[in-house]
């Protein structure tokens, strides 16, 4: 593997622009190696965030050539077989300085849709029993590996089209805790998801399971939770 | 630093999947289908004034290019219909990996519509 690659990189807010620079190719390159080649190399004031690199923290996620992806575990033999590369922020998410978004509105709707546990018991109790064969407990394993990248929000259309939505990631945490035994704030968190805001403004796109790097399925969630709301209003307890 | 910035925004690079097509053609062919309606209602009108008030409409819309648009509103409805029954089966049924093989069979049925009826025109 060599030669170049010409990579155009956001620079500035969201008023910002493409600035252009030539990469050196390397075999097994990732666009996060590709991103570092620029910061360390060519500018040093390029703003971009990551941790892990493994593919676990979920804070390297950027659009590359217009798609929203985890770019530690993106190969750039997968994603620029011509050479050429286009990195930006994710979308649907303020700029704070070229590569780098805002992730606040990502994490403060995961709170809006009620995205943490409330139990009853104390440390003092015994452990809840919750047979993991139990089809309420593998809907939960279907959710709970989100590393909150913001991957599927960058994704969503409907984000764009409606600011209110919670997007996919928060809507998936709630199903996880709609289906957990032990949590007490349901009938509270089915009506903070049954709003404008909630699963019923989903488009059913797929965007989000199309580009999810954990390959799970927030529709899959989306759609439990449209039931649990149609359930819960003709019972009358929403 | 290059001039030309793009709007940061999904475009059709993050659009290109088969679900979203499938999205797209379901929301554009309800659409027409909407737009198509005060036709229909219009011509069902024709006949609450009697039978040659009818006759001399359905006369007028005998003709090549009305065939051809009653070959498209089939085509738009059997579209609609296999979307609809998608969405159904994907939000109703217990989830699975499918969404791709059931826009395929939506694709496969709007198909076999489009063709069956443009044979037996």
Known sequence: MSGNLSVRVWRGRADGAFQSFEVPRYASQSVLDVVTHIQRKLDATLAYRYACRVGMCGSCAMTVNGVARWTCRTHVDKVAADGRLEIAPLHHLPVIRDLVADMREFFDKWARARGSFRGTKTRHDGFAAVSPASRKRRAIEAGIECIGCGVCYSACDTVAWNPDYLGPAALQRAWTLVNDVRDTANPERLRAVAGDGGCGACHTHLSCTERCPKQLSPTAGIAGLKRAVTMAALRGTL | ?121
């Open chain 2, 1 to 121: 630093m290059n001039s030309h910035a793009s709007a940061l925004g999904n475009d059709v690079r993050a659009r290109n999947h088969p679900a979203w097509w499938a999205f797209l053609v379901h929301r554009l062919s309800g659409i027409a289908l909407a737009i198509f309606l005060p036709l229909h209602f219009f011509a069902l009108g024709q006949a609450l004034e009697g039978a040659a008030k009818l006759e001399v409409f359905l006369r007028w819309t005998d003709q090549p290019l009305f065939h051809f648009g009653v070959w498209g509103l089939v085509v738009l409805l059997a579209a609609h219909l296999a979307g609809g029954l998608r969405l159904l089966a994907l939000e109703f049924l217990p989830w699975r990996e499918w969404h791709k093989t059931l826009a395929a069979i939506a694709a496969g049925f709007t198909l076999a519509a489009g063709i069956a009826i443009a044979l037996a025109l």
